[in-house]
């Protein structure tokens, strides 16, 4: 079975604070997939990152990083200097072939960024 | 240009009704979702077409069904809903390799009372 865990389920953090958000997932697949997607105020859900589990490099993009690790099942998210526009609930997500192509989602981490 | 996009966006109504809601993309996607988002946020897929046909098809009460006319439309129709339908109602569309990533439309906040 595929299962996705962000056990933080609220994060709260003044402006220009890094924040790290936890993604850990379960799957018996060799080959899925794992993404991040960030759902602000708004309501809409918005694509940040897609990763293979043949690729362990990190990533950076800007202000965002995130961090793979296969020994650990993890893929860790991190906003450096975090700004307001940052507020959101994220989600991280995970897709396997065996899996049907369905994307299982995490039960989503809200963060805050306080002015 | 919106990529997914879903009408309506909010939807009241009353239990026992039926209603639809609507979805495109102008992506060129191969395949089309629906996902349930509840009260607490948690994100759960119902659905699933690639080119016209059912790929996923999750425990999902009968009274939902999904109609896809074309690849590029994916429409969803609920018979007599309940209270527990309210909810987002998120459309979402990929390309048909695996591991692409899904792209969401602004989904539709149902309402049942």
């Known amino acids: 079975a595929q299962k996705v865990t962000q056990a933080q389920t609220e994060i709260s953090v003044v402006e220009k604070e890094d924040v790290t958000l936890d993604c850990v997932y379960e799957t018996r697949d060799t080959t899925y997939y794992l993404f991040w997607y960030k759902q602000p105020p708004s309501g809409e859900l918005v694509f940040l990152i897609r990763?293979?589990?043949?690729?362990?490099q990190n990533e950076i993009s800007g202000r965002y990083s995130w961090n793979f690790q296969k020994s650990t099942s993890s893929f860790n998210f991190t906003i450096t200097a975090s700004q307001v526009v940052d507020s959101a609930v994220y989600f991280c997500a995970l897709l396997s072939i065996q899996g049907a192509q369905k994307l299982v989602f995490g039960q989503g981490t809200r963060l805050t960024i306080n002015p | 240009d919106t990529a997914v996009s879903q009408t309506p966006k909010y939807l009241v109504t009353q239990m026992g009704n039926d209603k639809s809601i609507k979805c495109e993309q102008n992506?060129?996607?191969?395949?089309m979702y629906w996902y349930k988002q509840d009260s607490k946020k948690f994100l759960k897929i119902m659905f699933s077409?690639?080119?016209?046909?059912?790929?996923i098809n999750e425990t999902v009460p009968n009274r939902f069904s999904p109609k896809s006319p074309d690849k590029a439309h994916l429409n969803l129709h609920i018979n007599s809903l309940e209270l527990g339908d309210s909810a987002v109602y998120f459309c979402?569309?990929?390309?048909?390799?695996?591991?692409?990533?899904?792209?969401f439309g602004p989904g539709t906040r149902l309402t049942v009372t």
């Open positions: 979402a569309s990929s390309y048909q390799d695996i591991g692409y990533e899904q792209y």
């Open positions: 077409y690639n080119n016209k046909e059912l790929i």
């Open positions: 992506l060129g996607h191969d395949t």
């Open positions: 990763r293979n589990s043949f690729d362990e």
